[in-house]
């Protein structure tokens, strides 16, 4: 209600969120909650469009150091971004495999998981070894075993919302592939059997969004779903911070345990997915789990969808299969020469890297103890040193604006961080980056420091 109210008048003022509350008879004081912790609503009319401070337009001619609000507006690929979001251009597919070859039509993968029934698809998708393509990389069957286990009535979420600065993989195959993504979404619906499925997408993503319910409509599972339009918040990546928003509560994180497959949305066993986790098994169903896994790896078969951008020539979206050398990616995309270059890798909550070490392959996991990381795939290139200090404010200072305030290491710790930078005031740094990294509450906080470690790391000198 709150989404709708602020589509319609482009803000929310006092009298809509505490009419909102009466009509759903809560404590205004909730509705305030959830709507501040959203960090897309606006809450005074004609403020202006606000430009993109992500890494890729920081770089552009014209920078200024960076200060709060800090957001990316997910258009990296043809910097400098600004508007509304537009549906992503074809041709910025630089690389297609599986997950972006052209759709076949019929529902072949979901009639296959039908024929197969619940047990033997789960199997198949066990036999596939499909990780989660969210960042975290978890095993997908795992996570659905552990929700089945409980013999309760479940819950299903696809997470789009896709909120990390250089990251727009997403947005792609729900634009280009939205058939892939609702069919593997049906492929889970026909074998965890949910009570409720709910598609969460970025509440600024209209073209994905729109692509999206118009595959859906014409779908075995028409009717079936829900779709969610979130209000922005790098936080809504960590699954109980987006159920929160979900169940209209303020999007913070929730205390683990239990994990969402225990007591996930309104307490029921939950799982939750990424947009191109569900388009992978849609691959895996209609191609089966052996021409998956010639893909990749053994530990972590298939291909994984990598959002480039910055200093290269061909900017866009790479498929490439996981083990791929990441050096490899960036010759085909016509990354500078690798002495002057480097990278950005795992965005706020990864780190950089010097392209000179860039020979390493796309699996999951760190690159370099400082951060660096695939992470949700997202790498910018950067010239260095000349990049190096503006790129870490901007992710310092992401990082301190989408802090959802619950822990107090995180709200006061990553302000601090971006302050200290600013100034060049390096000497405490570590300290506090310690602090922050092992008392916050969820990934956002333990994982901010990599981008301000990193940096000081390679290129400390860039900071005096």
């Known amino acids: 209600m709150l989404a709708a109210a602020h589509r319609e008048r482009g803000y929310l003022d006092p009298e809509t969120v505490e009419g909102i509350a009466r009509e759903l008879r809560i404590p205004a004081a909730e509705a305030w909650e959830a709507a501040t912790s959203q960090h897309e609503f606006r809450f005074e009319p004609g403020l202006p469009a606000r430009g993109c401070a992500g890494v890729a337009c920081a770089i552009q001619p014209g920078w200024r150091e960076p200060t709060l609000p800090a957001g990316c507006l997910f ?6 971004a600004s508007g509304d979001e537009r549906p992503f251009p074809p041709d910025m597919v630089r690389r297609a495999g599986p997950l972006l070859a052209s759709w076949e039509c019929g529902w072949a993968g979901f009639e296959r998981a039908r024929s197969l029934g619940p047990q033997a698809a789960l199997e198949e998708l066990a036999a596939s070894g499909l990780r989660g393509r969210g ?3 978890f095993p997908a069957a795992a996570k659905w075993r552990a929700a ?5 009535p479940l819950a299903l979420v696809m997470n789009g919302e896709e909120g990390e600065p250089g990251v727009f993989k ?4 729900l634009c280009l592939r939205p058939e892939r993504v609702v069919e593997g979404l049906a492929i889970a619906m026909e074998v965890l059997r949910p009570a ?9 993503a209209d073209p994905a969004a729109e692509a999206f319910e118009r595959a859906l409509a014409d779908s075995p599972v ?12 790098y936080v809504l990546g960590e699954e109980t911070a987006l159920l929160n928003a979900i169940e209209g509560r303020r999007a913070v994180p929730r205390p683990r345990p239990p994990l969402p ?13 990424n947009v191109e986790t569900f388009a992978s098994v849609s691959v895996i169903f209609r191609q089966g789990a052996a021409a ?13 969808l990598l959002s480039l951008s910055g200093r290269v020539a061909r900017p866009g979206i790479y498929e490439v299969a996981l083990g791929t050398r990441l050096s490899d990616v960036l010759e085909e995309a016509g990354a500078p020469p690798a002495e002057r270059t480097a990278l950005l890798c795992g965005g706020p909550s990864g780190g950089f890297l010097p392209a000179a070490m860039a020979d390493v392959a796309t699996l999951p996991g760190r690159y370099h103890p400082t951060g660096a990381m695939l992470g949700a795939g997202g790498v910018v290139v950067l010239e260095a040193p000349g990049d190096i200090r503006r790129a870490a404010l901007t992710m310092a200072a992401f990082n301190a604006e989408q802090s959802c305030g619950k822990c107090t290491p995180c709200r006061e710790g990553a302000p601090l961080l971006f302050e200290q930078l600013s100034a060049g005031e390096t000497s405490d740094i570590d300290e506090l980056a310690e602090v922050v990294q092992a008392a916050s509450l969820c990934g956002l906080g333990q994982m901010a420091t990599g981008p301000v470690r990193s940096a000081l790391a390679f290129w400390p000198e860039v900071f005096r």
Do not use: K, W
């Open 292 to 304: 998956f896994r010639s893909f990749g790896t053994s530990e972590a078969p298939g291909t994984r």
């Open 148 to 152: 089945l286990r409980h013999g309760a």
């Open 222 to 233: 028409a009717g079936q779903v829900l779709v969610y339009r979130g209000a922005g918040g």
């Open 75 to 80: 258009t990296c690929f043809a910097p400098p």
């Open 196 to 204: 409720v499925t709910i598609a969460f997408i970025n509440g600024s």
């Open 170 to 173: 997403d947005r792609a195959l």
């Open 261 to 273: 497959v225990d007591a996930g949305l309104f307490g029921m066993p939950t799982v939750v997915n």
């Open 135 to 137: 960042g975290a990389y």
